[in-house]
């Protein structure tokens, strides 16, 4: 036996992030032990379903594993579920766990994703104690709010991104009454164009979501036993009664331990283009970091499956000794009704929008602009433009947006072959 065998890498979160970078160690060459801690009582699971089929009733808690519990053993990852790690000591090299064991390492990676934000108004704290108001990121967090889904309840939703929407489009499904409140003028607005945020509000008052936005929740009302919330309350005096709250306003980053720990943290904890933090046998991976992007020529933080599993196998390549720096075009999904939307690339700065097929078919594209370069696209129930348009904006080809808006010319025919 070589030293080598002796040496432990352990993961701190499990979720999409953890369980790639587990087995991705493995098949890079590491040989000795790998301990994988979740604070969730479960595998790594996929956490996009919990606001489509899973809220729906459609896929069941199994199906939502990310590798089947042989996969794990195959590779002779060591898993212990259903507890905190409440310390890092980089001196000793040691972390502590919720009941108070301590785990010696030789690497270290941080995949503790994020939590949700929480609305911050009177009576939100009573609230959050209470049976109908829910945050979304586990899957106790859906199945506490699914049993609530009954025909007819009325439902508030506090936030119109895409957590928000998804919910909507399900829970209306499901025939409960839904408002939606949003603060901003228009729903994804921190994502999309107006003109996409215009076709989602259509879309969702079609099905009979009822959409609020410019609207500021003040406060929320409780029942008279406290132990529930009736009512929602708006800055601007109104007062949406509720048998059910649920709000999605953005992700606070885990990165408690990482702080306490003294590595640099700046909304998000700081790792370079191989997932590595300011020590350099510990690493982190997914939602909690903030991380270079070349093509992007910036730091960002993203919260997407694809860049959990990308940075996962960058962490596990370097911690291997293997060199494939981070360099990804982001990309993300949304599901509502029948409209399946992906979206590549960041649309920030963007100074033309083509639109590429027709909004009313329910099949077109969005291309995002900045002096004739395609930034972003968002895709909308058109898989193989999807694709075309990742390598578009990876390989900066130029075009012109009048053959990006000739939907009767294929795009493939308009790329180089490649
Ligand atoms: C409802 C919902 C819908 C989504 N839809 C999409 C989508 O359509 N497409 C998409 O790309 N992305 C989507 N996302 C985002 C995606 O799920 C995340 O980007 C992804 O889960 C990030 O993976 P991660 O490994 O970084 O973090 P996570 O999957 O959040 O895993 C982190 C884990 O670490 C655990 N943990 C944290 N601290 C500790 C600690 N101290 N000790 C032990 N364990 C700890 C957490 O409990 C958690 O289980 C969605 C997210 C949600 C919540």
Same mark, same amino acid.
Request: hydrophobic share 40%; proline share 6%; aromatic share 6%.
């Given at each position: 036996?070589?030293?080598?065998?002796?040496?432990?890498?352990?993961?701190?979160?499990?979720?999409?992030?953890?369980? @790639?970078?587990?087995?991705?160690?493995?098949?890079?060459?590491?040989?000795?032990?790998?301990?994988?801690?979740?604070?969730?009582?479960?595998?790594?699971?996929?956490?996009?379903?919990?606001?489509?089929?899973?809220?729906?009733?459609?896929?069941?808690?199994?199906?939502?594993?990310?590798?089947?519990?042989?996969?794990?053993?195959?590779?002779?990852?060591?898993?212990?579920?259903?507890?905190?790690?409440?310390?890092?000591?980089?001196?000793?090299?040691?972390?502590?766990?919720?009941?108070? @064991?301590?785990?010696?390492?030789?690497?270290?990676?941080?995949?503790?994703?994020?939590?949700?934000?929480?609305?911050? /108004?009177?009576?939100?704290?009573?609230?959050?104690?209470?049976?109908?108001?829910?945050?979304?990121?586990?899957?106790?967090?859906?199945?506490?709010?699914? $049993?609530?889904?009954?025909?007819?309840? $009325?439902?508030?939703?506090?936030?119109?991104?895409?957590? &928000?929407?998804?919910?909507?489009?399900?829970?209306?499904?499901?025939?409960?009454?839904?408002?939606?409140?949003?603060?901003?003028?228009?729903?994804?607005?921190?994502?999309?164009?107006?003109?996409?945020?215009?076709?989602?509000?259509?879309?969702?008052?079609?099905?009979?979501?009822?959409?609020?936005?410019?609207?500021?929740?003040?406060?929320?009302? =409780?029942?008279?036993?406290?132990?529930? /919330?009736?009512?929602?309350?708006?800055?601007?005096?109104?007062?949406?009664?509720?048998?059910?709250?649920?709000?999605?306003?953005?992700?606070?980053?885990?990165?408690?331990?990482? @702080?306490?720990?003294?590595?640099?943290?700046?909304?998000?904890?700081? /790792?370079?283009?191989?997932?590595?933090?300011?020590?350099?046998?510990?690493?982190?991976?997914?939602?909690?970091?903030?991380?270079?992007?070349?093509?992007?020529?910036?730091?960002?933080?993203?919260?997407?499956?694809?860049?959990?599993? @990308?940075?996962?196998?960058?962490?596990?390549?370097?911690?291997?000794?293997?060199?494939?720096?981070?360099?990804?075009?982001?990309?993300?999904?949304?599901?509502?009704?029948?409209?399946?939307?992906? =979206?590549?690339?960041?649309?920030? &700065?963007?100074?033309?929008?083509?639109?590429?097929?027709?909004?009313?078919?329910?099949?077109?594209?969005?291309?995002?602009?900045?002096?004739?370069?395609?930034?972003?696209?968002?895709?909308?129930?058109?898989?193989?433009?999807?694709?075309?348009?990742?390598?578009?904006?990876?390989?900066?080809?130029?075009?012109?947006?009048?053959?990006?808006?000739?939907?009767?010319?294929?795009?493939?025919?308009?790329?180089?072959?490649?």
């Amino acid at each position: 036996m070589t030293e080598e065998i002796y040496r432990t890498a352990v993961i701190i979160g499990a979720g999409h992030a953890a369980g @790639e970078l587990a087995t991705s160690l493995r098949d890079n060459g590491w040989n000795g032990r790998i301990i994988l801690i979740g604070e969730e009582p479960h595998l790594p699971y996929h956490r996009p379903p919990l606001s489509k089929t899973y809220l729906s009733g459609s896929a069941t808690a199994e199906s939502l594993l990310i590798k089947p519990p042989a996969t794990y053993q195959k590779a002779n990852v060591e898993i212990i579920s259903d507890m905190r790690v409440l310390r890092i000591d980089r001196q000793t090299k040691k972390v502590e766990l919720a009941n108070g @064991e301590l785990i010696r390492y030789d690497k270290l990676v941080l995949t503790t994703g994020g939590r949700p934000r929480p609305l911050q /108004v009177p009576q939100s704290v009573l609230a959050a104690q209470s049976g109908n108001f829910h945050y979304l990121r586990t899957m106790a967090d859906v199945d506490a709010m699914r $049993r609530q889904f009954e025909p007819n309840m $009325r439902l508030v939703i506090v936030g119109g991104g895409y957590i &928000g929407l998804e919910v909507a489009a399900v829970a209306i499904k499901a025939h409960l009454k839904v408002t939606v409140l949003e603060a901003f003028p228009r729903v994804l607005a921190r994502v999309t164009a107006p003109e996409l945020s215009a076709y989602y509000e259509r879309k969702h008052r079609e099905a009979g979501v009822e959409i609020r936005t410019g609207v500021q929740v003040s406060g929320l009302e =409780m029942d008279g036993s406290g132990d529930a /919330v009736s009512a929602v309350l708006c800055a601007d005096g109104t007062r949406v009664p509720a048998d059910l709250v649920v709000v999605g306003i953005g992700l606070i980053p885990n990165t408690e331990l990482a @702080e306490e720990a003294e590595l640099a943290v700046d909304n998000g904890i700081l /790792v370079n283009d191989h997932a590595q933090t300011s020590d350099p046998d510990i690493y982190a991976a997914g939602d909690c970091t903030n991380h270079p992007n070349a093509s992007l020529g910036r730091r960002l933080r993203l919260e997407s499956v694809p860049n959990a599993l @990308e940075q996962a196998r960058t962490a596990a390549a370097a911690i291997c000794g293997k060199h494939k720096p981070y360099n990804v075009v982001p990309w993300f999904w949304s599901d509502q009704y029948d409209l399946k939307l992906k =979206m590549v690339g960041l649309s920030q &700065g963007y100074d033309q929008l083509v639109i590429r097929g027709s909004m009313d078919s329910d099949s077109f594209s969005a291309f995002y602009l900045q002096d004739g370069l395609v930034l972003a696209a968002d895709t909308i129930n058109r898989p193989p433009e999807f694709m075309l348009a990742k390598r578009i904006i990876a390989e900066q080809i130029r075009l012109a947006p009048e053959q990006l808006a000739a939907a009767s010319v294929p795009l493939k025919s308009l790329l180089p072959t490649s």
